[in-house]
Each structure stands twice: as C-alpha cells, then as structure tokens.
C-alpha cells in the first residue's frame, strides 16, 4: 500500500461544476496535509494547506480533513478550464519528509 | 519577490557522466529539500537541509548521489556515473519556517541520460 493514494482519474468535469478530488493516506501520526496544483511541464504549485479536522476554504477551493478516516479532499467550485491540470496531494507526518500522491488529472471541459 | 530558482533547466547527459543541478531557494529560506518526479507520479523525497545542515538523506537511490549546502542558501545535488534510471525531473523547494510547512517549488530540471 502506498503512503500516499490517490484516484489517477483523469476526471472530467463541464465548466461550472464541482470537481471533488480524494486522497487516502496511512500514516495515523501525520500532521500537516497539502494540495498542490502541477500544469504539464510546470513545477508544483501550493494551493491549500490543512492542519485540523473539518473544512478550510479559500476562494473557489475548500479542503477538508478527516483524520479518524485518514482522508484529505479538495473541491473546486465553479470548475474553469483553466483549472485543468494534475492535483498532488501531499502529507507530512513527524519526520523531515513530504510523502506526495501520485496525482489526480483533472480536465474541465468548457 | 524571487522564487526558487534552478540550473539547468535541462541537462542530457550520456550514461556514465557525472552531472551536478542547481538550486537558488527563496532568501531567507531555511529549509530546502531535493525531490524526483518520474513521469506521471508525484515528487519523490531525496535530502533535506536545514540551513547548511544535511538532516535527512533517506531518499537518495544510491550512494551516486549527493547533495551539499554549503553557506545555507544554494544547494547542489551531484548525481555520478549517471545512469538511465537516473532520468527524471527534479525539483528543488525551499521552506521558510523550521517546522516545515508550506513548500515552494522551482521550474525543476529535467535530466535524459542517454
């Protein structure tokens, strides 16, 4: 199992939509939970931090924390086209590492 | 301001050479980490530095690489006898507090060994 899982997808939604993007992780002691937005040929871009359970919104993304579930989301509302990229999900725990997914693709078709 | 910055973006090199990547954090930056990224996965821990300090080396494939921080700001990670596993992304972040949170990303550079 890996530490990190994530649906590769490709996902696909209509422009306007809610795009819902899941990551499981196993390591019951991590802390810190990161969702990064990485376009073809481009480095990762930090888009959400969570620390606690519950929801964080920021602007049209919301990330929720569930840590008895060992499950972090990301949703994107009003999905654009410009939101087409691939979604890392990224977890620390204790030690000086990050632990990334393998990525969710996500297309929105206008 | 000034993002991270790395060097080359692209490096080929043929099976064998030894091949050093470089990486500018963000000033002021404490921490900086070295990752891999195959094609279609997500980034692969290599090192982490804490200023000049090398307190995690875990990730590092073999002992062909190495990675060095010198003075606490620029960093190079040192791949030899270069070999076609070695092909990936890699990319440079840095961190500005101790505990590690938020990371930012440079443009990566991409090594083909040939």
């Known amino acids: 199992q890996k530490e990190v899982e994530q649906n590769s997808g490709p996902l696909s939604v209509p422009e306007g939509a809610i795009a819902s993007l899941n990551c499981t992780y196993s390591?019951?002691?991590?802390?810190?939970f990161f969702w990064y937005r990485q376009y073809s040929g481009k480095s990762p871009e930090l888009i959400m931090s969570i620390y606690s359970n519950g929801d964080k919104e920021d602007g049209r993304f919301t990330a929720q924390l569930n840590k008895a579930s060992q499950y972090v989301s990301l949703l994107i509302r009003d999905s654009q086209p410009s939101d087409s990229a691939t979604y890392l999900c990224?977890?620390?725990?204790?030690?000086?590492?990050?632990?990334f997914g393998a990525g969710t693709r996500l297309t929105v078709k206008p | 301001g000034a993002g991270v910055s790395q060097s080359p973006r692209y490096k080929v090199a043929k099976r064998g050479q030894d091949v050093a990547l470089r990486c500018d954090p963000i000033?002021?930056?404490?921490?900086l980490f070295w990752y891999q990224q195959a094609l279609g996965q997500g980034p692969e821990f290599l090192t982490y530095f804490q200023n000049e300090a090398q307190l995690d080396k875990s990730g590092l494939p073999s002992d062909r690489f190495f990675a060095e921080r010198p003075e606490g700001s620029v960093s190079t990670l040192k791949i030899q006898r270069t070999q076609q596993e070695d092909s990936a992304v890699y990319l440079c972040?840095?961190?500005?507090?101790?505990?590690?949170?938020?990371?930012?990303f440079g443009p990566g550079t991409r090594l083909t060994v040939t």
């Open positions: 972040a840095s961190s500005l507090s101790r505990d590690l949170r938020e990371q930012y």
């Open positions: 390591d019951r002691g991590s802390q810190s």
């Open positions: 000033s002021g930056h404490v921490s």
């Open positions: 990224a977890v620390k725990s204790g030690g000086d590492d990050m632990r």
